[in-house]
């Protein structure tokens, strides 16, 4: 079992920064991909980044160049880097994990709350 807990989501003017982390806990050596994904009101859960144990990231497109995603293996965190905030981001960011050994499972935090608003 994995345990992960966000915590940086807040609200921010346009064209401001935030930071969201996320430590995982439990079963952590068997965690492969950690990222993070987002759910705007009425829409669906979007993959915002991932990186690998190996450091392989993977962004969505409309995100490159404005959000950067890190992990520290040795502390089981990822973080996730927003800069030049639009309205349209705003949403739930949950934290995500994906073990592979010995079986495939998801894990996701509660999720925090990410306001881009004037």
């Known amino acids: 079992q994995v345990q992960l807990v966000e915590s940086g989501g807040g609200l921010v003017q346009p064209g401001g920064s935030l930071r969201l982390s996320c430590a995982a806990s439990g079963s952590i050596f068997s965690i492969y991909v950690m990222g993070w994904y987002r759910q705007a009101p009425g829409k669906q859960r979007e993959l915002v980044a991932t990186i690998t144990s190996g450091g392989v990231i993977n962004y969505l497109d409309s995100l490159k160049g404005r959000f950067t995603i890190s992990r520290d293996n040795a502390k089981n965190t990822v973080t996730l880097q927003m800069n030049s905030l639009k309205p349209e981001d705003t949403a739930v960011y949950y934290c995500?994990?994906?073990?592979?050994?010995?079986?495939?499972?998801?894990?996701w935090g509660q999720g925090t709350q990410v306001t881009v608003s004037s």
């Open positions: 995500y994990g994906r073990t592979v050994v010995p079986d495939i499972v998801d894990y």
